[in-house]
T-cell receptor, first 113, second 110 residues
Framework: EPEVTQTPSHQVTQMGQEVILRCVPISNHLYFYWYRQILGQKVEFLVSFYNNEISEKSEIFDDQFSVERPDGSNFTLKIRSTKLEDSAMYFC???????????FGPGTRLLVL | DAKTTQPTSMDCAEGRAANLPCNHSTISGNEYVYWYRQIHSQGPQYIIHGLKNNETNEMASLIITEDRKSSTLILPHATLRDTAVYYCIVKGQAGTALIFGKGTTLSVSS
């Protein structure tokens, strides 16, 4: 069964450093998403991406964040200058269309020190 | 998207049916009810979704009331591996975001 994969599974970084989280969506899916979950809190939507453009974003997704599909398979989330409060699990998801089911990856645990 | 209300926690004995309720009284006509679960800190796992009719798949059944203001997720024979947080999410066709609440923590015990 096709799966969304994410790398790395864990990332530790220093405050102020840039991080790039990577995702490989399910191969025939066209919509891609990032969500995050701070420890003990709800899963929060960050951004959706379609046809090389952001289609929707939340208030959390400020100028420190960017997304990209650098090639035909990867979908990345970049945090330019990490803050302590960026420490969270980051989940990638994909769906065939905007109306169809979103399937989530296993997540990347980001720890900012 | 309509807001949902779920109990904070529920217990279930292994082998018994787990019935997880969800209220979505402000749901509109074109909004779907989705159920996901999250085991520990893993990625949310899709379970099932429906619009009006009851739905069943290999994981669960979804019963939606006729007025669509509430629904119940049924795990017919719960196992210890079904211990997780279960999220009921209402999603329209216009937006792309899934809005997660706090969900129901289901504890299955032997």
């Amino acid at each position: 069964e096709p799966e969304v994969t994410q790398t790395p599974s864990h990332q530790v970084t220093q405050m102020g450093q840039e991080v790039i989280l990577r995702c490989v969506p399910i191969s025939n899916h066209l919509y891609f998403y990032w969500y995050r979950q701070i420890l003990g809190q709800k899963v929060e939507f960050l951004v959706s991406f379609y046809n090389n453009e952001i289609s929707e974003k939340s208030e959390i997704f400020d100028d420190q964040f960017s997304v990209e599909r650098p090639d035909g398979s990867n979908f990345t989330l970049k945090i330019r200058s990490t803050k302590l409060e960026d420490s969270a699990m980051y989940f990638c998801a994909s769906s065939a269309t905007s109306r169809e089911t979103q399937y989530f990856g296993p997540g990347t645990r980001l720890l900012v020190l | 998207d309509a807001k949902t209300t779920q109990p904070t926690s529920m217990d279930c004995a292994e082998g018994r049916a787990a019935n997880l309720p969800c209220n979505h009284s402000t749901i509109s006509g074109n909004e779907y009810v989705y159920w996901y679960r999250q085991i520990h800190s893993q990625g949310p796992q899709y379970i099932i979704h429906g619009l009006k009719n009851n739905e069943t798949n290999e994981m669960a059944s979804l019963i939606i009331t006729e007025d669509r203001k509430s629904s119940t997720l049924i795990l017919p024979h719960a196992t210890l591996r079904d211990t997780a947080v279960y999220y009921c999410i209402v999603k329209g066709q216009a937006g792309t975001a899934l809005i997660f609440g706090k969900g129901t923590t289901l504890s299955v015990s032997s």
